[in-house]
């Protein structure tokens, strides 16, 4: 990883230098415009439209539009000359249960790692913050744009997310809120409950769920450079229209108990001889996780795997962002 930021972490009189990396990284596949007759690339110019010609780079400097049109420019030079106290520091504010700070204001996860010399402060600040069950919010601007923050304790290391101001945070403003609710009967709160019973975890194992969209975007891309035709992913199944809510619910309910079911019966069978650890261990994770890995490649997974089925050698992959 790459170092995008080096400051310090301000806790009271201590100062704890910091070099940050992003935590998160896009694995989206990047596509270029191109022009669909013969593949060449698309150009964008910068353009001046009062002078009617293309402008360079370093002639470019930032405008804000006035409700009237007009245009006040603001340069580098402006820019630079805005006091910002925490352009390099990374201020404690206070510190608070995490449970406090709703996850709608969380915006970009960072790694903090300790510069040469500041390990043992480092420690010092990780392990009383983890100690103390809460989390600091601080305060840090980076790429000058101020933002609140909080700092957190996730597998030894201090990690920082950017949270979002009071005012970006928009407040729902719809039509039913303001209705009379519908009057919702007893079973069909107790089905509901049911069917969130029946899908609960005790913990969530990302690991589980795949990108099946990415998958099939892959495979058609590498059918592309086989050369081989391409399949059209049939359509998703439809269930039939189910009218009555509560009919809905008891369908579901059944539906997550039977695929829990018969997801366990197989590794009971392939477990049960062996004995030890190894095969309780296989056997709790297979009742585990059973219902949701089999309903989650019941629909969007069928359309990848069909898509991935034409080509049948590799020569290069497609490269991931």
Known sequence: MRAMWKGAVSFGLVSIPIH??????????NFRQVHEADGGRIQYKRFCSAEDKEVPYAEIAKGYELPDGGMVVLTSADLEEIPLSTSKTIDVLEFVPLEAIDPIY?????????????????????????KSGQVAVVKVAIRQRESLALLRVVSDVL???TMLWPDEVRTPDFAFLQEEPPQVRSQELTMASSLIDSLS??????????????????????????????????AAKHEADVTDLLTALQ?????????????????????????????????????GTGSRSTTSKSGSD????????????????????
């Open 159 to 161: 990690v920082m997310t």
């Open 302 to 321: 069928g359309s990848a795997k069909s898509a991935a089925k034409k080509p049948t050698k590799s020569r290069r992959s497609p490269k991931s962002a």
């Open 106 to 130: 969380y915006d970009r996860t960072y790694y903090l790692e300790p510069q040469k010399a500041a390990t043992k402060p480092y420690v010092l600040l990780r392990d009383a913050l983890h």
């Open 201 to 234: 975890d005790t913990v969530f194992e990302p690991e589980k769920y795949e990108d099946t969209y990415r998958q099939a975007l892959e495979s058609l891309i590498q059918a592309k450079i086989e050369g081989d035709d391409t399949t059209t992913a049939p």
């Open 251 to 287: 369908a579901s309910v059944s539906a997550a108990k039977k695929d829990r079911e018969s997801s366990a019966e197989p590794a009971k069978r392939a477990t049960g001889g062996s004995g030890g650890a190894a095969g309780r261990s296989t056997a709790s994770k297979t009742k």
């Open 20 to 29: 940050l990396y992003a935590a998160t990284e896009s694995k989206n596949i």
